[in-house]
């Protein structure tokens, strides 16, 4: 059984930052690519940035340059570090982790932590 718990969020200024966790845990063999996504209410979850499990990036085109995704290997945890937060980035943010236990591979999502850009 495999569990990933995001943490990290909350209340924000415009302009602000803040830094997600995700740690998976559970009867993990290796983790291959993980990734943040974020829903906003009344819209369809979308991709924020994945990296791979060699460290290679990917991100949105509407976050490149203010989101940096990492990760510690050591620790199965990715993290998201967001710079320059803007309001209609209110989302629930879900982390996301490709995952082979000893039985299968897999895709696992956590259960959201919520980010709210306001003033």
């Known amino acids: 059984q495999v569990q990933l718990v995001e943490s990290g969020g909350g209340l924000v200024q415009p302009g602000g930052s803040l830094r997600l966790s995700c740690a998976a845990s559970?009867?993990?063999?290796?983790?291959?690519?993980m990734g943040w996504y974020r829903q906003a209410p009344g819209k369809q979850r979308e991709l924020v940035a994945t990296?791979?499990?060699?460290?290679?990036?990917n991100y949105a085109d509407f976050v490149k340059g203010r989101f940096t995704i990492s990760r510690d290997n050591a620790k199965n945890t990715v993290y998201l570090q967001m710079n320059s937060l803007k309001p209609e980035e209110t989302a629930d943010y879900y982390c996301n982790g490709h995952i082979a236990t000893m039985m299968n591979r897999d895709e696992y999502w956590g259960q959201g932590t919520q980010v709210t850009v306001s003033s």
């Open positions: 990296i791979t499990k060699r460290g290679v990036t």
């Open positions: 559970g009867s993990i063999f290796s983790i291959y690519a």
